[in-house]
């Protein structure tokens, strides 16, 4: 499978995490949240940590600039996900809304999309019936950009 596209759910301090290694990773991402603010905090924190990365010496102002270019905000759930290659859900440890976002995406995802989940302690199994593609949804992906 050819990922090109990595959607993010949730602009918390996993999501975002998860949305700064796919962008440093080479991946296009879209972060999703539920309000503008929450998603321009965000990004903010992603510069600063990108930032102090530079810094560091451990990554270039261009590579900072690459990655920052490939990575987009949206409070719109199904447009985030609509031209995703894989989703990774990040959402706070509660199953009902957990199993309501999987059920959106898995609507309007693409029929390709790998839906994963960042949970740690709740069921993935259960998660994966709310969607019509049980076998496609994952806790865990390993990502390498194409070339």
Same mark, same amino acid.
């Given at each position: 499978m050819n990922v090109e596209m990595i $959607?993010? %759910?949730s602009a918390g301090i996993m999501g975002r995490g998860i949305a700064q290694v796919a962008v440093l990773g080479g991946f296009d991402s879209v972060l999703n949240d539920i309000s503008v603010e929450l998603l321009e905090s965000a990004r903010s924190r992603i510069e600063q940590d990108m930032q102090k990365g530079v810094d560091r010496g451990k990554l270039t102002a261009e590579g900072? $600039? $690459?990655? &920052? =270019? /490939? &990575? !987009?905000? !949206?409070?719109? &759930? *199904? *447009? !985030?996900? $609509? @031209?995703a290659d894989i989703v990774i859900e990040a959402v706070p440890e509660k199953i009902d809304l957990k199993m =309501? %976002?999987? /059920? /959106? %995406?898995? @609507?309007?995802?693409p029929g390709h999309a790998i839906l994963a989940s960042n949970t740690s302690c709740l069921s993935i199994t259960e998660m994966a019936a709310a969607t019509e593609r049980p076998k496609k949804s994952h806790r865990y992906a390993l990502l390498q950009p194409s070339s």
């Amino acid at each position: 499978m050819n990922v090109e596209m990595i $959607a993010v %759910i949730s602009a918390g301090i996993m999501g975002r995490g998860i949305a700064q290694v796919a962008v440093l990773g080479g991946f296009d991402s879209v972060l999703n949240d539920i309000s503008v603010e929450l998603l321009e905090s965000a990004r903010s924190r992603i510069e600063q940590d990108m930032q102090k990365g530079v810094d560091r010496g451990k990554l270039t102002a261009e590579g900072m $600039a $690459a990655g &920052l =270019d /490939r &990575l !987009s905000n !949206s409070t719109d &759930l *199904e *447009e !985030s996900v $609509a @031209k995703a290659d894989i989703v990774i859900e990040a959402v706070p440890e509660k199953i009902d809304l957990k199993m =309501d %976002i999987f /059920r /959106r %995406i898995d @609507k309007a995802a693409p029929g390709h999309a790998i839906l994963a989940s960042n949970t740690s302690c709740l069921s993935i199994t259960e998660m994966a019936a709310a969607t019509e593609r049980p076998k496609k949804s994952h806790r865990y992906a390993l990502l390498q950009p194409s070339s």
